[in-house]
């Protein structure tokens, strides 16, 4: 995957100075200890180190300037062996702008009830050394993960995993570049927003390049470069037989494989990290482009059509958090409403992700109703069977809201006569609690559709970022949902004054 950013997590224990140098010495072994075996655990998705013992306000200061500073570090784990007196935290914590998971665990897991001794009780202190901790978090009203249980327990492990993918998500968009070719389907409402409170909330900078800067690079391109491109997709996919050499529309290919090419070198030399294309703007190009935006989101790059930036971006997010597995672009196209059970079509003009495909792609040239452009060479595929979800990020004007839905994705059905990609999902907890409830949330029709991504990754990545999430869940009543949304008005009117 492109541009993968390099992560850590520093563990960091804190304690006093009360115990004596002879206790310190074992919590912080104990501490190296459990960094280690997370670490090395296979379900946590990369490094964890031990980075210090914090005795004092000056070193826990000087650890969060040093988390800030440091590039590779995307969140810090914060456990209180013993007792780590929590005013000593407030200067570092007020300067920390990594994320943090407190951990609230015990080095042993079993109490040695025949033998424990006073030494032992003040050695092992994080049942109340972590509330002390946890206070001063909720009074600073600091937005963390907590996590609770033993170290080397599995589903403890699978909690911090997830805030690891959420928290290197959030170090990938720090500093990251979005490349808008031409501006917003003209009209649209929910594609749009504020890219200026995006960039102060989320990091990221979206910017807009006239169609003419894509087309200098896309003219460019050398016919060898096209030749070794075209030969890797005979290798990949199955071509339709007028799309080979030789065969009637070889040169639409050919022409497909000069846009992969130009947009690709665009994207790398400008360091771009996902992109957006809209078919009211393509002056100077033949194609809408279909087949190359769906071989860059299979790269790792995000994408959306339409001007969509909001879900560009959060289409990159979501490919960090999946390892480029299974995550597309999506949009809710059209829905089977029989009454032995409703479905929805989920597809777009062309630019579906291959990494979703079910099975080998195809390449295929149809005509395309809008934008009065050529024919467009796209890949077509069906999609997955399994549980999956659709996440929409959208700027309510005074914040934005991070809207979920789990689906649990089916076989397709045969269908001989589209011409693009596929999914076809049955929505949580039901059909129309689920549509209502997102319609109510201001969801948008475009998605980051994955089968990796889940839910608890998304509800971390939003309290990283500070921003409101609504899950539509097999728990999802639409009467409590609406009071959510109401409640949510109000807590986010207010959440700036109540901080001091
Ligand atoms: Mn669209």
Redesign the pocket.
């Known amino acids: 995957m492109i541009a993968s950013p390099v992560s850590e997590i520093w563990f960091v224990t804190g304690s006093q100075h009360l115990y004596g140098p002879g206790p310190l010495k074992q919590v912080e072994g104990n501490s190296q200890a459990i960094a280690e075996a997370l670490s090395a655990s296979r379900r946590i998705p990369y490094k964890i180190v031990f980075k210090k013992l914090l005795t004092t306000p000056d070193e826990i200061t000087q650890l969060c300037i040093d988390a800030n500073a440091a590039p590779q570090c995307a969140g810090l784990i914060l456990w209180m062996h013993t007792f780590s007196p929590s005013k000593m935290w407030i200067r570092g914590l007020t300067l920390l702008r990594k994320p943090f998971l407190h951990l609230h665990t015990q080095y042993n897991r079993d109490l040695p009830w025949a033998t424990i001794d006073m030494d032992f009780m003040n050695l092992n202190q994080a049942a109340h050394g972590d509330r002390e901790a946890g206070f001063i978090h909720t009074r600073m009203r600091l937005g963390r993960k907590v996590v609770v249980g033993h170290w080397s327990d599995p589903e403890v492990q699978d909690r911090i995993a997830a805030w690891m993918r959420a928290a290197r998500a959030w170090q990938d968009w720090q500093g990251a570049k979005f490349a808008r070719f031409g501006d917003n389907m003209r009209q649209v409402a929910v594609t749009e927003g504020d890219k200026v409170a995006s960039e102060m909330k989320f990091g990221f900078a979206v910017n807009g390049y006239g169609v003419g800067d894509l087309v200098a690079k896309v003219d460019a391109v050398s016919e060898a470069a096209i030749d070794a491109l075209i030969a890797e997709y005979a290798k990949t996919y199955a071509l339709a037989a007028a799309l080979k050499a030789g065969g009637a529309r070889h040169a639409s290919l050919r022409y497909s494989a000069r846009l992969e090419l130009g947009l690709r070198a665009f994207l790398e030399e400008g360091g771009f990290k996902g992109f957006t294309t809209t078919f009211e703007d393509l002056h100077g190009l033949t194609q809408l482009p279909g087949m190359a935006p769906q071989r860059l989101m299979a790269d790792g790059y995000g994408f959306a059509?339409?001007g969509d930036w909001k879900t560009a971006a959060l289409v990159r997010a979501m490919k960090v958090m999946a390892d480029g597995e299974g995550t597309s672009f999506m949009?809710d196209y059209t829905y089977h409403l029989s009454p032995k059970g409703h479905q929805v079509l989920g597809a777009?003009?062309l630019e579906i992700c291959p990494s979703i495909a079910a099975g080998r792609p195809s390449v295929q040239i149809h005509p395309l109703g809008i934008g009065g452009k050529a024919d467009p060479v796209r890949l077509v595929f069906e999609a997955l069977a399994g549980p999956a979800l659709n996440a929409s990020l959208v700027d309510l004007g005074n914040r934005f809201r991070l809207v979920v839905n789990e689906v649990k994705a089916v076989k397709t059905p045969k269908l001989p006569k589209l011409p693009v990609a596929r999914a076809v999902w049955e929505c949580l907890p039901d059909f129309k609690t689920a549509c209502a409830a997102w319609i109510y949330a201001g969801g948008a029709?475009?998605t980051g559709y994955s089968y990796k991504v889940t839910s608890e990754m998304l509800e971390d990545f939003a309290t990283i970022a500070g921003i409101e999430m609504v899950l539509i869940g097999a728990d999802t009543r639409l009467s409590d949902f609406k009071q959510t949304l109401r409640n949510n008005e109000v807590y986010y009117h207010l959440a700036q004054g109540i901080r001091a």
Request: proline share 0%.
């Open positions: 059509g339409e949009e777009h003009m029709h475009h």
